[in-house]
């Protein structure tokens, strides 16, 4: 049973660097895509981005100025660097796996596989 | 401001059903697939539809999707006090190149 464990530092100050990591057992990255989504306080989901198995990424375009998803996977790990952070960046993330396919000519997308969670505050 | 639009909130009785609907625009639920999560405080979100109207294991069949041009539904039969949560809708847009939420809706079960 595949399981998403997440780590990274939970207080930030303005202008500095979110840095997350997250951890894949029980499944390699081979035919998925990993993202990255958040909820900020009171309001609803946002995908961040995703990196292929093949470290191929994309992006939120309203994110992709100052986000970078990466994957090692010797460590079977993929991260999250959030750059010049403000107080608008406070939420929670979330690490997920997606499975992602064309049939019928229509796009499938979905996430099956969360990790818990962490809690990002940004204050100075 | 979400590119998919869900009602706030819906409140329904124990027992009784709701429908949750999603409406997006041909780039987003008109084309592509949509999924739908339940979101409980202080958990990650759990599947709960994909690809329209697929349940994944567990997920009981009181749980149901549907869509119809660019507006999709979710389907919830007997109505249990564990139901209340966040419910969003979720797809691929072709025009943003990005996974897309709706605002979500709050379901109280009264």
């Known amino acids: 049973q595949v399981q998403l464990q997440q780590w990274g530092a939970g207080l930030l100050k303005p202008s500095e660097t979110l840095s997350l990591t997250c951890a894949v057992y029980?499944?390699?990255?081979?035919?998925?895509?990993w993202s990255w989504i958040r909820q900020p306080p009171g309001k609803g989901l946002e995908w961040i981005g995703e990196?292929?198995?093949?470290?191929?990424?994309n992006y939120n375009p309203s994110l992709e100025s100052r986000a970078t998803i990466s994957i090692d996977t010797s460590k079977n790990q993929f991260s999250l660097k959030l750059r010049s952070v403000t107080a608008a960046d406070t939420a929670v993330y979330y690490c997920a796996r997606h499975t992602a396919y064309t049939y019928s000519n229509s796009y499938s997308y979905h996430t099956d596989v969360w990790g818990e969670g962490t809690t990002v505050t940004v204050s100075s | 401001q979400s590119v998919l639009t869900q009602p706030p909130s819906v409140s329904a009785a124990p027992g009784q059903k709701v429908t949750l609907s999603c409406s997006g625009s041909?780039?987003?639920?008109?084309?592509?697939?949509i999924s739908w999560y339940q979101h409980l405080p202080g958990t990650a979100p759990k599947l709960l539809i994909y690809d329209n109207n697929k349940r994944p294991s567990g997920i009981p069949d009181r749980f149901s999707g549907s869509k119809s041009g660019t507006s999709a539904t979710l389907g919830i039969t007997g109505l249990q006090t564990g139901d209340e949560a966040h419910y969003y809708c979720a797809t691929w847009d072709n025009s943003l190149n990005s996974w897309v939420f709706g605002g979500g809706t709050k379901l109280t079960v009264l």
């Open positions: 029980g499944e390699s990255f081979s035919g998925y895509y």
């Open positions: 990196v292929s198995d093949s470290g191929r990424t």
């Open positions: 041909r780039s987003n639920i008109g084309n592509n697939f």
